[in-house]
Each structure stands twice: as C-alpha cells, then as structure tokens.
C-alpha cells in the first residue's frame, strides 16, 4: 500500500510494480486507474484518510489474494487531486487470468465500498465534505 500527497503519477507506478515482479511466475497482470471527473463545477476533490485501518483493510486483501495465489497492490492520494488526474491506482498479479480478472473488481468495488476515506469537493478553493462521493463504514459512527 503506498501513500502519497497530491495526484499520481501513474506511468511511474505502474512501471515501478511491473519491475518489481518481472522475475515472478505471474501470467496475469491487471491494472485500475480511479481518475478524477469534471463533474459538479468541482475543481479536484481532496482526500482524508484514517492509515491504520486502511493497512488493515489492506492486509486482508494481502491474504485474501495469497490464498489464491496472487498479489494486490494499491496506491492512493492524499489531499487535493486537480481534475482528469488520477487518486486511485491497484493492480493484481496472478499465475492465471481468470483470477486476476475476478480479483480485480473484488478489490475495486471493496475499497470503494469500504475503505476509511474521505472525500471533498474543492469548487472555488472551498473544501466541502463530499456526502454523495462517500459511503458509510460498517461500524463507523457513534451510534455503531
């Protein structure tokens, strides 16, 4: 799981991981992009983000694809990312595609679900708590 402040560069990313694993055994190697929309008059949107239990949420994930015999990987952006750049990048690695495949949009649509983030919108350098970006977490809330 990797962090960084502002927009991705996403090129670098990904070549990074494929370097990484260009000795392994993997047949199968799917990539995801989350890209900011021009939507709302919104400028960027900005991201908070709760680290220990995203590790944890991350660590499952680890798991989850060890036991099928694959890997995850994730990147994602903190604080202002300008529209038509990227916040959000995963990939898996997998000895067979179908894994990869299905591995993929599990991870994807978890983390969105999920995953201890927060949006804004930023519409004329005002940031505004994004409530129709974001999903509740299970357990979150005082009331939980």
Known sequence: ????????????????????????????????????????????????????????????????????????????????????TSSYVSAVFSPKRRVALELIDEFVEDFKANAPIWKYDIIDGKRIYAIDRSNQMDGAGLLS
């Open 1 to 84: 799981m990797e962090l960084y402040e502002g927009s991705l560069d996403t090129k670098e990313i990904f070549g990074r991981w494929l370097d990484e694993q260009s000795n392994s055994n993997y047949g199968a190697y799917i990539p995801f992009v989350g890209t900011i929309r021009a939507e709302d008059n919104i400028d960027a949107l900005s991201f908070d983000i709760y680290e220990p239990v995203l590790k944890a949420w991350f660590d499952s994930w680890q798991k989850k694809a060890e036991e099928r015999g694959a890997i995850v990987k994730m990147a994602h952006a903190i604080g202002d990312v300008p529209v038509h």
